[in-house]
């Protein structure tokens, strides 16, 4: 997907899409209800994102 969004950025300046993407995993589901998983998974989104940002900010784009 990256490699995707990437040419379609590169062909196009009106606009840079980009995506972020958090996931969470639980063996024990009877201990864990969707809102706790939903917040990691949110978490994790937010922890992509910014790791997406920074990697940007390095590479120069």
Do not use: C, P
Not at 26 to 42: C, K, P, Y
């Amino acid at each position: 997907m990256d490699r995707r969004l990437t040419w379609f950025n590169e062909r196009q300046k009106e606009m840079n899409i980009s995506v972020a993407v958090g996931l969470a995993y639980t063996e024990e589901i009877g201990d864990t209800n969707f809102r706790d998983m939903f917040l990691v998974a949110d978490r994790n989104m937010y922890s992509d994102k910014m790791r997406a940002h920074s990697t940007k900010k390095i590479s120069g784009v």
